[in-house]
């Protein structure tokens, strides 16, 4: 169990595709200490969670009873007076690939979804270029001009 522990751990500093997984509006997602950051074309979602609720998750996943409600607080960042054909740049692609299955019901199963060291919306405004990656196990994010 210890090399689980230690994946979960290190999730962070990827940015893994949206193939199906999550609603067609998110291009990207990646984990961080204590939530997610969901990458649109117009903006971003951070949603927090409490880590004291990913050990009842994973008890509940292996047979144990738990309290299926959990809190988790969003912030959607929504970049304004953009246009609506942006393109999502990928950069660095990395070795990992995801697998998500959501159900016994092979349907409802994602898998290869690849993943990378940095994702950037090209032509966010006229001119300039938003780049997200990590530095030193921080998300980062820059406005290229």
């Not at 990992?96 to 409802?108: A, G, V």
């Not at 270029?129 to 290229?144: A, R, T």
């Amino acid at each position: 169990m210890a090399g689980v522990t230690t994946l979960v751990a290190q999730s962070g500093g990827a940015f893994i595709e949206n193939i199906g997984q999550y609603p067609p509006e998110v291009k990207f997602y990646t984990n961080f200490n204590g939530g997610k950051v969901f990458i649109e074309a117009t903006g971003m979602t951070y949603v927090f969670q409490d880590p004291a609720n990913f050990k009842p998750i994973h008890d509940h996943h292996q047979g144990r009873s738990v309290n299926e409600t959990e809190e988790n607080y969003a912030v959607k960042l929504k970049f304004l007076e953009t246009g609506q054909g942006q393109e999502v740049a990928l950069g660095n692609a990395l070795p990992t690939r995801y697998n998500y299955f959501y159900s016994q019901n092979p349907k409802h199963w994602v898998s290869g979804a690849r993943s990378f060291a940095e994702v950037a919306i090209n032509d966010l405004y006229p001119g300039v270029d938003f780049k997200l990656s990590y530095e030193g196990g921080q998300l980062k994010y820059d406005l290229l001009l």
